[in-house]
């Protein structure tokens, strides 16, 4: 659907290869972040995450390895070996530590790193955080929240409920029945959610051929990835306000 997507001017496609030329110390070929002939610490470039840790944009990754990665270069890169060089190495060292911070994060966490590759791919997503609805609230403008249509009755019905739950807070008095009704729709949509996921990584089988070339359909791909974040979203959200409202 259209209004799912649309083009993200925010974030620069980094040309390839941007992290690889002549050393500034020695002109021989470098590597990422050290040179591979006096190992001398090098600029610190605009970079997309996955460039960063010289991985290419796919999105079943070895998680322990990128780990292990991102301890040794936190060591290499650490500020306070490059104290006594001084001068730019001791800013790129400072730069390349926040990237490498930066990425990790994003990398590491398999939502994110889906949400970041679909970035990458020039796609945004749909503002479905509890600060873009907070917001949209606060100034009352609608909000663009698109029910996936096979939970359309249930969401209605689930509405009702935490409504009616609401209601009986306000009157001080709470049906239990009302509760354990509402915690088993919640436990009914966390098992919609861990079907999402899996859903989701049966795409990244598919976009991770794609990448190696060995499958067409790279736009089919993609959107079928968008479409599953939203979904995620959505029903993520309901989860957590329903969890709130059974708390409080
Ligand atoms: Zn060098």
Known sequence: MATNSKTDTALPIYAEGALTGACWSCGDMRAAHFCQACGKLQPAVPTDY???????????????????????????????????????EREWSLEKSSQLNDAYRTLRDPITRTAYLLKLEGVQLEEQSKAATDKARASGEEKKQVVPPDLLEEVFELNMQLEELRMGKKMGEVGESLKSELQHKKNDFEQKLAATDSELKKLWDRWDAVVDGNEPGRIAVRDGMVALLNRRKYIANLVRDVTAELES
């Open 50 to 88: 996955f460039t960063f840790f010289g991985l290419p944009r796919k999105l079943n990754i070895d998680v322990a390895e990128l780990e292990r990665e991102f301890h040794r270069l936190s060591r290499k890169l650490h500020p306070d070996l490059y104290v006594i060089s001084g001068g730019p």
